[in-house]
């Protein structure tokens, strides 16, 4: 089940940014994509263009409830890492640190090895950066919502007219 909705500040986002760049770098992969368990793009990075972001964002996120099922028919807790081979291109989907899911599209001009190791290590880095991003929401004052003051007689006035 999907957890609660977490608050990205704009330091955070620029780490996660570069920790993507540089595991797109060293990986030497075509693409890569950060995607929370929702289904919602947090971060990408790579040939992005040419993909529809928000489709492999949702599919993969079914994906990963999809095996989460099958592991649990056969007594597994999970299945953390997936992968998927294509003639031209494949796929390394792996969750880190069961709140996100980390996607690595990769080709010919790298190995399933090579991805495997860089993406443990950019999975052990994002994970320092979301423990930092929780202390952080954690420590700062809630901010009141904006809908706070709207009664339900404010919202019965207003479609009454």
Not at 7 to 21: G, N, P, R, S
Not at 90 to 109: E, K, P, T
Not at 111 to 130: A, C, H, Q, T
Not at 142 to 158: G, Q, R, V, W
Request: proline share 2%; no cysteine; hydrophobic share 40%.
């Amino acid at each position: 089940m999907p957890g609660p909705q977490l608050v990205m500040y704009e330091e955070e986002f620029k780490e996660i940014t570069a920790v993507l760049d540089k595991l797109t770098r060293e990986a030497n992969a075509k693409i890569v994509y950060l995607v929370d368990k929702n289904g919602q793009l947090i971060a990408s990075s790579g040939e992005t263009e040419r993909i529809d972001a928000t489709s492999l964002a949702s599919l993969t996120a079914g994906n990963i409830a999809a095996t989460s099922g099958l592991a649990k028919l056969i007594g597994e807790k999970e299945f953390s890492i997936l992968f998927h081979e294509g003639e031209k291109e494949n796929i390394h989907i792996s969750l880190v640190g069961q709140r996100v899911i980390l996607v690595v599209v990769f080709d010919h001009r790298s190995s399933l090895g090579l991805v495997r190791l860089r993406v443990k290590k950019s999975s052990d880095e994002l994970n320092n950066i979301f423990d930092k991003l929780i202390k952080k929401v954690e420590t700062e004052p809630e901010a009141e919502s904006p809908f706070a003051e709207i009664t339900d007689d404010d919202i019965d006035n207003l479609f009454s007219e």
